[in-house]
Nanobody
Framework: QVQLVESGGGLVQPGGSLRLSCVVPGSRFERTVMGWYRQVPGRTRELVADISRDSIAQYAESVKGRFTISRDNAKNMLYLQMNSLKPEDTAVYYC????????WGQGTMVTVSS
C-alpha cells in the first residue's frame, strides 16, 4: 500500500514562490513518468506538469515559464518549484504517476492571495 505524501504548500501573496515536494515510496518510481496535478473543489483534477524518468519535462500552458518540475530518482522525490504565483494557481496540489499507478495522496494546499 503505497502512500504519496505531498508537502510544501501554504499561503503566499501573488508573485510569490513555493516549492512543493512529494515522497514516492517503492521501486517503481525511477521507471515512471510523474506529474503534478491540481484540483479546485467542484472542478476536475488537471495535470499541470509532468516529467519523464530522464527528466524531460512538459507543462500546461497556464504554468509554463513559471513552474519547474524536477525529480531525484535516487531519493524517490518529486518537486515542483512554483514562481510568480497567481490567484488562479490556488488549488490542492497532488503528485502521481501519469499512468495513475499510485493511489492519490491527500495533496498539499496552495493559496495565492493578498
Amino acid at each position: 500500500q503505497v502512500q504519496l505524501v505531498e508537502s510544501g504548500g501554504g499561503l503566499v501573496q501573488p508573485g510569490g514562490s513555493l516549492r512543493l515536494s512529494c515522497v514516492v515510496p517503492g521501486s517503481r518510481f525511477e521507471r515512471t513518468v510523474m506529474g503534478w496535478y491540481r484540483q479546485v473543489p467542484g472542478r476536475t483534477r488537471e495535470l499541470v506538469a509532468d516529467i519523464s524518468r530522464d527528466s524531460i519535462a512538459q507543462y500546461a500552458e497556464s504554468v509554463k515559464g513559471r513552474f519547474t518540475i524536477s525529480r531525484d530518482n535516487a531519493k524517490n522525490m518529486l518537486y515542483l518549484q512554483m514562481n510568480s504565483l497567481k490567484p488562479e494557481d490556488t488549488a490542492v496540489y497532488y503528485c502521481n504517476a501519469v499512468s495513475m499507478l499510485y493511489p492519490w495522496g491527500q495533496g498539499t494546499m496552495v493559496t495565492v492571495s493578498s
